[in-house]
Structures are given as structure tokens and as C-alpha cells.
Nanobody, 126 residues
Framework: VQLQASGGGLVQAGGSLRLSCAAS????????IGWFRQAPGKEREGILC????????YTSDSAKGRFTISRDNAKNMVYLQMNSLKPEDTAVYYC????????????????????WGKGTQVTVSS
């Protein structure tokens, strides 16, 4: 499956953005999907995951209460709604998929994931 993240940009602190992850080459509903981010000089961080059907999600402490993940399998799309953005949210955001289970994607991504999309830059100004 090929993934492409989009929707990033420059936003002021307190603002909102919605990122999209489009899939091609395979059915997105076959995979749990995660959103990850990497800020300059920092390790890649897993922030949200959603199960194949969308009935289970995970949200990291850094995203809790501000970011939500959703998916539309009919459209082969996954979304990341980001509200109340902070300068520390500045990073390149990636979506990723892995044929293993939800836990493998969300909590063991440092062992490697099979499919990464090209990232999209999010910059939050203070």
C-alpha cells in the first residue's frame, strides 16, 4: 500500500489543521493506521492509531484532548484533526500502516513498520 500525508502548513498557536492520509495500491481497511511525527533533533513519536474498522483508537498523552483520528475506509482515507495547536507540535507528520495488529503498529513501531507515507510539515508559530 502507498500512503501520502497532506494538509500540513503554517498555523498560529491555538489554531487547527486537518491532515489527511490517502492510500493507494491496496485497501486501507486491511490495515490499522497510525500517525507519527518527528521534530528536528528528536525521535519519531507515535501519537495516534486507529484499528482497521475504526472501533479502537489510541491517543498519546501529548495529543490527548486536542487531536483525534478517524478513517473512512470507503474513501481509503484516514484523518488527523489537530486543535489547540502549540509550537511544540511543530514537526513532520507521517501516516503509516503495518500488516500486524494494532498493538504492533502503535506501541512497537520502533521495530520498523512496513509502509510509511511521505510526511507533511506542520509549523506552529507562537
Amino acid at each position: 500500500v502507498q500512503l501520502q500525508a497532506s494538509g500540513g502548513g503554517l498555523v498560529q498557536a491555538g489554531g487547527s489543521l486537518r491532515l489527511s492520509c490517502a492510500a493507494s495500491g491496496s485497501t486501507l481497511g486491511d490495515y490499522p493506521i497510525g500517525w507519527f511525527r518527528q521534530a528536528p533533533g528528536k525521535e519519531r513519536e507515535g501519537i495516534l492509531c486507529i484499528s482497521r474498522s475504526g472501533d479502537r483508537t489510541y491517543t498519546s498523552d501529548s495529543a490527548k484532548g486536542r487531536f483525534t483520528i478517524s478513517r473512512d475506509n470507503a474513501k481509503n482515507m484516514v484523518y488527523l484533526q489537530m486543535n489547540s495547536l502549540k509550537p511544540e507540535d511543530t514537526a513532520v507528520y507521517y501516516c503509516a500502516a503495518h500488516p500486524g495488529g494494532f498493538e504492533r503498529l502503535c506501541f512497537q513501531y520502533k521495530y520498523g513498520l512496513d509502509y510509511w507515507g511521505k510526511g507533511t510539515q506542520v509549523t506552529v508559530s507562537s
